[in-house]
Each structure stands twice: as C-alpha cells, then as structure tokens.
C-alpha cells in the first residue's frame, strides 16, 4: 500500500490569476490598469444604428407594429387575389394578375418616399425596383407560355 502525507498544506500552493489583471483571491484587490484614462480615445457622439446592440423586445414590438401596416395587407390582398383568379379563372390569367401586383409595387416602391412601404422594401430603391420589374416582366412572360 502507498503511503500518503499526511500534512495538510502538501502540495498545496497559491492560486495566481490567468490574467495580471485578476482579483487577487487572498487580498480581494480591484486590478489597476496598466494605461491611465487621459490615454482612451474620446467619445466620438451618438452610436450608429449598425452598431447599436440588439434588443428583443423592441424586435417583438416592431413585429407587432408590422401586423398594423397597411402595405403588408395591400401586398397579401394581391396575392390572394391573384390566387383566387388562378383558381376560379385559370392559371393564364392569375399569373397576369400576380405579375400586375408585382409591377404596382414596383411603381409604388419607386414613387413614394423613402423609407417606403414596409412589405416592398428591401434593400436600396433602385434594387428593389429593378428586381420586381424583372419578376414582373417574368411573370408576364412565362404567362404567355402557359397553354390556356
């Protein structure tokens, strides 16, 4: 059988911090910096909105918020009426009509002032109306395609 210390501070040492800056554990010491505060850059004013942190429930309430404006309803309207027409109609005539929606919002999204209606807005103006152009135009040519 091995044979053990019996002295209670055998192998036993002080703890240092991984970091110079620590608490001494013993002491209960604030660190000092090493740099005096005259060093740290000045504040430059107001935060940008990039770099602001995130907060979940003004996240919540603007998701809240966006349930209550009008051009997510105006823009689903569209969509459920070109589905509508797709179905009583025919398939021709509801893609004629979703590619009639995506070019009113490609209007609407150039002429009105920014930062425009929440349901069309993506990106930049000239993006977004480049692009529901484009799948407006699409949508209208595949619509020709379609056998009635």
């Known amino acids: ?3 053990e ?5 055998a192998g036993v040492r002080r ?4 970091h110079p800056h620590t608490v ?3 002491r209960q010491e604030a660190p000092v910096p090493d740099w005096p505060a005259r060093d740290l850059p000045p504040s430059t004013g107001p935060i940008p909105v990039e770099q602001v942190p995130l ?5 919540a309430r603007a998701s809240l918020d966006a349930a209550r404006n009008v051009s997510l309803w105006w823009t689903s309207s569209g969509i459920v009426v070109a589905t509508v027409v797709a179905l009583v109609v025919g398939t021709r005539a509801g893609a004629f009509v979703l590619a009639g929606v995506v070019l009113v919002c490609a209007v609407l ?14 990106r930049a103006r000239a993006l977004d109306v480049a692009v529901l152009v484009l799948l407006g135009a699409g ?7 379609l056998p009635r």
């Not at 210390?5 to 501070?9: K, L, N, T």
């Open 1 to 3: 059988m091995v044979k």
């Open 55 to 59: 907060d979940p429930r003004a996240i």
């Open 139 to 145: 949508l209208t040519v595949l619509a020709q395609i």
């Open 109 to 122: 999204r150039a002429v009105l002032p920014s930062p425009g209606p929440v349901a069309i807005t993506v």
């Open 24 to 26: 001494d554990p013993v």
């Open 15 to 18: 703890a240092t911090g991984a």
């Open 5 to 9: 210390r019996m002295s209670g501070a």
